[in-house]
């Protein structure tokens, strides 16, 4: 199973790229796809107050494991 190891931000702090354990770099719906297949680990996806689905890190109490806290690149 892969993992993210780092981000890519647009200007507004919006997720737009994901890079993985690997060296893949995934758009945000290639992201998605992995995700929702189930094929990266220590996140999910949830459904926002505007009904568009995201991703996020499953919530463990480790803020250093957020997908907002990973590294840029």
């Known amino acids: 199973m892969d993992r993210f190891i780092a ?4 200007d ?3 997720l737009t790229e994901f890079k993985t354990q690997t060296g893949q770099v995934l758009s945000y719906d290639e992201a998605m796809k992995r ?3 189930g ?3 220590h996140v999910t996806t949830f459904i926002g107050k505007d009904g568009d ?3 996020r890190s499953v919530p463990d109490r ?3 494991n957020n997908l907002d ?3 840029t690149f």
């Open 12 to 14: 507004k702090g919006n």
């Open 39 to 41: 094929e990266i680990e």
């Open 53 to 55: 689905t995201y991703i």
């Open 7 to 10: 981000v890519r931000k647009n």
């Open 62 to 64: 480790d803020e250093t």
């Open 69 to 71: 806290s990973l590294p």
């Open 35 to 37: 995700v929702t297949a």
